[in-house]
Nanobody
């Protein structure tokens, strides 16, 4: 059974930092692309960042480039999202997903339940 569990969300002031963790089980790590998406109330789920299983390739949405960093810890079965210089517009529920192929669309094979990030001005 595939499970993805996100953690690390919370309330932070603008300019602050958070680190999100996606812990997973039941998947063969090396077969997937790992990504973070976010969804604000009443809006679509938007791409944030992705990394291939080797960590050799990463991709970021323009809105977070230079502020967010995606990485993976192979031996811990985790994918991380370091978020720095947070802005109020980053407020959303953040979801971890894994997929057999890279996509910026929310068509991933597996999803976690998400973790809420709220940035106050």
């Amino acid at each position: 059974q595939v499970q993805l569990v996100e953690s690390g969300g919370g309330l932070v002031q603008a300019g602050g930092s958070l680190r999100l963790t996606c812990s997973f089980s039941g998947v063969v790590y090396g077969n997937y692309v790992w990504a973070w998406f976010r969804q604000a109330p009443g809006k679509e789920r938007d791409f944030v960042a992705a990394i291939d299983w080797r960590g050799a390739s990463t991709d970021y949405a323009d809105s977070v480039k230079g502020r967010f960093t995606i990485s993976r810890e192979v031996f811990k079965n985790t994918v991380l999202l370091q978020m720095d210089n947070l802005k109020p517009e980053d407020t959303a529920r953040y979801y971890c997903g894994c997929n057999s192929a890279f996509s910026r669309k929310p068509v991933y094979d597996y999803w976690g339940q998400g973790t809420q990030v709220t940035v106050s001005s």
